[in-house]
Nanobody, 123 residues
Framework: QVQLEESGGGSAQAGGSLRLSCVWS????????MGWFRQVPGKEREGVAV???????TVADSVKGRFAISKDTAKNTLYLQMNSLKSEDTAMYYC?????????????????WGQGTQVTVSS
């Protein structure tokens, strides 16, 4: 069982930055794919960025060049650095993880989810 807890959400102006953090509870992240997803009420959940156990990352086209995913295994923490924020980045952001084969932006494979942290960007 993996427990995930996000933090770092809040309000920002368009063009600003925020960094989200997600602390995981397992002894190691080895073998896990971990990622960030977001959802706006009434819309499907969208994959934002994921990082595989070998540190390979995949970033959605909608945020490429603005957002970056990273992890610090010494701190059991996953990060999402969000720069050049836009109003359309406003959403609830979730941290997720799974230990199955593959690591992509589709949410079906992810078994473990955090509670989410709200990001609101005003123009």
């Amino acid at each position: 069982q993996v427990q995930l807890e996000e933090s770092g959400g809040g309000s920002a102006q368009a063009g600003g930055s925020l960094r989200l953090s997600c602390v995981w509870s397992t002894y190691t992240s080895s073998g896990y794919c971990m990622g960030w997803f977001r959802q706006v009420p009434g819309k499907e959940r969208e994959g934002v960025a994921v990082v595989d156990h070998d540190d390979t990352t995949t970033v959605a086209d909608s945020v490429k060049g603005r957002f970056a995913i990273s992890k610090d295994t010494a701190k059991n923490t996953l990060y999402l650095q969000m720069n050049s924020l836009k109003s359309e980045d406003t959403a609830m952001y979730y941290c997720a993880a799974h230990s199955h084969w593959g690591c992509d932006l589709g949410d079906a494979a992810y078994d473990y989810w955090g509670q989410g942290t709200q990001v609101t960007v005003s123009s």
